[in-house]
T-cell receptor, first 117, second 113 residues
């Protein structure tokens, strides 16, 4: 079984300050991990993904995430927030082949990021 | 072409209507998915098609009927829906089931009246 816990339902930052969105996961098999962003009334856009290569993953728009197996975490960071970053962010896990959840994406509950001027 | 295209973008239907949602991709992906997203909730998986065959059905009510006529197209046929079925319906595709990259469409906003 796989599960995802996003530790904050809302995060509020000022423009130009760092962003940290926290995610912990549980997976029976070596997982693939993703961060998606969803702007209001829009679909999901992939920010970055971890699939067993480098543990520090760089994504689009200056975001990056670090896979820490010992902590079962995959936190999303950005050094300097921009107003356009305001959106909802989902941490997602997918089991690899052989997992009972193979092919299924399990979503966290989402974190709403607010950016103040 | 690196997109998943969903039509229509918005749909309002009565509880006795029959309608269909359409999803199309031309990335050569062999797995396609339907997700349902209620307001302020994460997406929930409904169906997975792999190589045009239904692979996963997450115990979805029969008033939702998926169809995969070819490797590029995925439809969701709707009949006798309830107001609680109002949601954003998202289509996604990936190179294969369980593959490392999933591309989502922008969704169809469905309202059942």
């Amino acid at each position: 079984a796989q599960s995802v816990t996003q530790l904050d339902s809302h995060v509020s930052v000022s423009e130009g300050t760092p962003v940290l969105l926290r995610c912990n996961y549980s997976s029976s098999y070596s997982p693939s991990l993703f961060w998606y962003v969803q702007h209001p009334n829009k679909g999901l856009q992939l920010l970055l993904k971890y699939t067993s290569a480098a543990t520090l993953v760089k994504g689009i728009n200056g975001f990056e995430a670090e896979f820490k197996k010992s902590e079962t975490s995959f936190h999303l960071t950005k050094p300097s927030a921009h107003m356009s970053d305001a959106a909802e962010y989902f941490c997602v896990v997918s089991d690899r082949a052989g997992g009972t959840s193979y092919g299924k994406l399990t979503f966290g509950q989402g974190t709403i990021l607010t950016v103040h001027p | 072409d690196t997109e998943v295209t969903q039509t229509p973008k918005h749909l309002v239907m009565g509880m006795t209507n029959k309608k269909s949602l359409k999803c199309e991709q031309h990335m050569g992906h062999r797995a396609m998915y339907w997700y349902k997203q209620k307001a302020k909730k994460p997406p929930e998986l409904m169906f997975v098609y792999s190589y045009e065959k239904l692979s996963i059905n997450e115990s979805v009510p029969s008033r939702f009927s998926p169809e995969c006529p070819n490797s590029s197209l995925l439809n969701l046929h709707l009949h006798a829906l309830q107001p609680e079925d109002s949601a954003l319906y998202l289509c996604a595709s990936s190179p294969g089931q369980g593959a490392r990259g999933y591309t989502f469409g922008s969704g169809t906003r469905l309202t059942v009246v």
